[in-house]
């Protein structure tokens, strides 16, 4: 078989992937809707309308939160739940800010500059923890799946929402086709001097495991009633499972 993406693909180490998002950060939203054919915004609603708040009105934290899309389409969900959005990317929280201030002048989102894999949260507070597109670029879940765990409520739920390739699929062919050779094209074409960034993130798909898989992970990792949902032609996953309650 042929080199291929897959082959190729090395996770990056935190800094450079800091330095990757803060680069990209300018026009990350403008690219995403290309490269995503507009159906982001509907991934990440399907996301806030199963979010669970054991208590009204809800308090979410969105993990790699990056330019604010998540909490604004929790915000359109959940009107009056109280949102925080953390991310390791300066720049990208910058953005997150002002897109917030902009379609919500009134709203208070915490944003916070920090680690998803240790998040600065005491225990066992908010109802929901959410990540989109950030699971992929973690050296390593666990450590990730553990602290949402503890921060979490009991009877509070885990979500991830996250892009992936099934080589089993009908339209196989065609989102590898479409990962390998047509997303790097148009990254270069309209992020000229970060086009890499956007093979990187090709290659942090195709190599991203089934839903099954991360759904298995969720169950390790002590969640319950674990499930999953696949969209798009099988090319987008939401995975979430809860978090027990005390016998």
Known sequence: MPESLLDRFKPLNPQNLRAMFDGV??????LNRFLSLGRDNFWRKALARRLM????????LDLATGSGDQLLATRSVWPQAELTGLDFSGSMLGIAKE??????????????LGDACDPP??????DSVSISFGLRNLPKRQGLYEQAFRILKPGGRFLALELFYDDR????????LYLEVVTPWIA??????????????????????HPAVIADELQDAGFRGVDFETYTFGSTMLVWGQKPLPC
């Open 169 to 176: 699929g009908p339209f196989a062919r065609f989102h590898r």
């Open 188 to 209: 270069a074409w309209l992020f000229k001097s970060q086009n890499k960034a956007y093979t990187y993130l090709s290659r942090s798909i195709l190599s991203f495991p």
């Open 53 to 60: 708040a054991r208590d009204f009105p809800g308090r979410f």
């Open 121 to 126: 949260f005491e225990d066992e507070s908010f």
């Open 25 to 30: 950060s300018s026009r990350y939203d403008l």
């Open 99 to 112: 897109k917030i201030a902009r379609h919500y002048p009134q709203d208070e989102v915490d944003l916070i």
